[in-house]
């Protein structure tokens, strides 16, 4: 079945400076890759997907890379703001398959 | 819309009890999804429907967990006899259309075995 690394498990940036989050999986066939963020209590939230046929995806200050051939994909927040302190969530699906999550990235944004 | 309705929103319970938690997904959505989370385990897929028949519960730890969905606006999840390793947050989200559209979670129901 599919597996989800995902690296750093913890990461402090100071605030205005950008953030890199970086997933891999194991499974070729999987095709669909989600991002959530999970404040502290409170539910995850999708921030951006990327899906196989695409290579990178933009929404504001939040952008996603995928890497098909090395099996990776990335998350990359710029000028953070102490708002994107969360913990952060990969996930990976493949055709057939359940959904797949990384152990998560815990960020924290300094002021 | 409310978006996805979970109860209750916290649960204690001794161990060897039964559980029920509750689930109301958004109006119109067809897939809904049962997940637990754990710091030791993260976020772990139970089980999800679509149009309310169950298609996968490969993620169902053990035949203690039982999901059912009755209708297009009610699920339950339910552990009988529960047991303190089953202490966890539960989600439940749902989504519209394909397994890759946004899933929106609930608030979750944390649960307490003690």
């Known amino acids: 079945g599919e597996n989800v690394e995902q690296h750093p498990s913890t990461l402090s940036v100071q605030e205005g400076d950008s953030a890199v989050i970086k997933c891999t999986y194991s499974?070729?066939?999987?095709?669909?890759f989600p991002w959530y963020k999970q404040e502290l209590g409170k539910r995850p939230q999708l921030i951006i997907d990327?899906?196989?046929?695409?290579g990178e995806k933009k929404d504001q200050r939040i952008a996603v890379t995928l890497n098909k051939t090395a099996k990776h994909f990335s998350l990359h927040i710029t000028e953070t703001q102490p708002e994107d302190s969360a913990v952060y969530f990969c996930?990976?699906?493949?055709?057939?398959?359940?959904?797949?999550f990384g152990p998560g990235t815990r960020l924290s944004v300094l002021p | 819309d409310a978006g996805v309705i979970q109860s209750p929103r916290h649960e204690v319970t001794e161990m060897g009890q039964e559980v029920t938690l509750r689930c109301k997904p958004i109006?119109?959505?067809?897939?809904l999804f049962w997940y637990r989370q754990t710091m030791m385990r993260g976020l772990e897929l139970l089980i999800y429907?679509?149009?309310?028949?169950?298609?996968?519960d490969s993620g169902m730890p053990e035949d203690r967990f039982s999901a059912k969905m009755p209708n297009a606006s009610f699920s339950t999840l339910k552990i009988q006899p529960s047991e303190p390793r089953d202490s966890a947050v539960y989600f439940c989200?749902?989504?519209?259309?394909?397994?890759?559209?946004?899933?929106?979670f609930g608030p979750g129901t944390r649960l307490t075995v003690l």
């Open positions: 429907f679509n149009n309310n028949v169950p298609i996968d």
């Open positions: 499974d070729s066939a999987s095709n669909y």
């Open positions: 990327i899906r196989s046929n695409v």
């Open positions: 989200a749902s989504s519209f259309g394909t397994l890759t559209d946004t899933q929106y």
């Open positions: 996930a990976a699906r493949g055709y057939g398959q359940n959904f797949v």
């Open positions: 109006s119109g959505h067809d897939y």
